[in-house]
C-alpha cells in the first residue's frame, strides 16, 4: 500500500473518529504499533485504543481537524488541532501539534510520535496552572529590544 493511500486512510479514522469507533482508528496501526504523545507511551493496538476511549471519558467533543500532509516513503508529519471542551465548560479549546508516522508495507502505523507544547496549548489554559505559566513565560523569556 502507498504510503500516500495509509495516511488518506489514517486521517479519515482521526477526523470522523467517536468512541464508537475507536476500534476502527486502531486497526490503522500495526499490531505491535509504538504510540508517544505528552501524556502516554503505549505499544500495540490494544493500548493505543485505550488511550483514545479514555480521551472520550476524559473531555467533551474531542476532535482531531488536520491542517497539513507531509507524506514521504514509508513515513510522514501531519499537523493537526485538536478540539475539545473540558467537562463542565462550554468554551471550545484547541490544541495544535504534529505528528510524525512511520508506516509498513501494509500501510499500517508502526510509530506514531506525536508533539505539542503542554505548557503552552493545555497547561496554560487552566485557571491556576495558566497564572503560573504566564508568570514563568514572562521571566524566562528573552526581553524585547
Known sequence: ??????????????????????????????????????????????????????????VDAPRFVVTGRFPADGAAMLTWEFRLRFRGESVERVIRGASHLNFDAQGLVTTHRDYWDAAEELYAQLPVLGGLMRFLRRRLATPQA
Open 1 to 58: 500500500m502507498s504510503t500516500q493511500t495509509a495516511l488518506d486512510a489514517l486521517v479519515d479514522a482521526y477526523e470522523t473518529l467517536t468512541v464508537d469507533r475507536v476500534e476502527a482508528l486502531a486497526a490503522c496501526y500495526a499490531s505491535d504499533a509504538r504510540f508517544k504523545d505528552p501524556f502516554n507511551e503505549v505499544v500495540g493496538r490494544p493500548a493505543i485504543a485505550r488511550v483514545f476511549r479514555h480521551m472520550f471519558e476524559q
